[in-house]
């Protein structure tokens, strides 16, 4: 049996590839785990890979340890294709706590690349602090990497303490968030005036206002970007459902609309790392595929966009 996969949208071709018995191949190259894209955070000229993990929804599984052990395999797939960073937040619900139950059965070997980011979401007034300390308790890390202001949430006091923790070593990157399109305003104002490391807001091929001023003041500024909500919560590749890839897919090396979706998002020379949350191995083995292949230049970045937003 053959499939055009230029045709089939990523549910489609996975529910294909299932249904004869296959494991989707999705474009993985085997060398991917030992040579991922990388791309550089400006504040320390250390590389991480451009593709990381979210784990909004995903890894909020409680203490059912059967939905603990599938996001294991999904974390174990993360590392063995080359992941890195690793994105979560105390509003995450239980999300933190099985990261590190997770982290826990992984050799310590094979998860070298790990970069730990997670946020304070709290009022100020001493919280803060302790949920450095609880993320600490519940990743089972001495240390967590990147610490971020969760949504801006009273970042001046926030923003203070954890100058000062970066400064004792306590973390090693400080950043602001914010999601959905919002506060965009602010956050450039946090850009141009405060000594951050890393901003994290949404982008992708239909939210496209940060290449105005965000992006760019990032690059001006050598703040590293972190993508949130690439697929808008699969909307955007809900979107793609039954749409024909363009000709253009071969030639950056992308089988899905997914791939296409995240390999737009990290050719912006201006982002660092795109966190896609997934709770399936074969949705992993398809987003880490788009660190393979040749990026799309700038012309054909505006054609993609295009052709997403034809009907």
């Known amino acids: 049996m053959k499939y055009n996969q230029s045709h089939f949208s990523r549910r489609r071709f996975l529910a294909a590839t299932a249904a004869v018995g296959l494991t989707p191949w999705l474009g ?27 784990t909004w929804i995903t890894f909020n599984v409680g203490k059912k340890e059967a939905l603990r052990y599938d996001r294991l395999e999904v974390l174990k797939t993360f590392f063995a294709l080359g ?3 690793v994105d979560s937040s105390p509003m995450y619900g239980t999300a933190q706590d099985v990261m590190g139950w997770c982290l826990d059965r992984i050799e310590p070997q094979q998860r070298v690349g790990l970069m730990s980011a997670t946020k304070i979401w709290s009022p100020a007034g001493g919280s803060g602090a302790q949920q ?40 090693r990157y400080i950043g602001i968030t914010t999601s ?18 890393f901003v994290q807001f949404t982008y992708n091929m239909a939210d496209r206002s940060p290449e105005q001023r965000l992006l760019p003041l990032a690059a001006d500024r050598g703040i590293a970007v972190i993508v949130n909500r690439p697929f808008r919560r699969g909307g955007l590749i809900d979107a793609t459902d039954g749409k024909p890839l363009p000709g253009w897919a071969a030639d950056i090396g992308v089988t899905t609309w997914a791939q296409a979706l995240l390999k737009f998002i ?12 997934t709770s399936q191995v074969a949705h ?28």
């Open 28 to 54: 993985y190259n085997a060398g991917a785990a030992s040579s991922p894209l990388l791309r550089t955070i400006p504040s320390t000229g250390e590389t991480i890979p451009a593709i990381g993990m979210g």
């Open 83 to 85: 992941g890195g960073m």
């Open 132 to 171: 450095v300390g609880d993320a600490e308790r519940l990743w089972r890390l001495p240390r967590i990497d990147v610490m971020q202001i969760h949504n801006l949430v009273d970042w001046q006091d926030h923003l203070a303490m954890l100058l000062d923790m970066k400064a004792a070593g306590r973390v």
């Open 180 to 197: 959905h399109g919002s506060r965009h305003q602010q956050i450039e104002q946090i850009m141009a005036s405060q000594p951050i490391d």
């Open 266 to 277: 990290i050719s912006h020379p201006a982002v660092t790392c795109a966190i896609p949350a």
């Open 284 to 311: 992993m083995k398809e987003n880490m595929a788009t660190m393979t292949g040749p990026l799309p230049d700038a012309t054909l970045r505006s054609r993609m966009a295009d052709d997403f937003a034809a009907p």
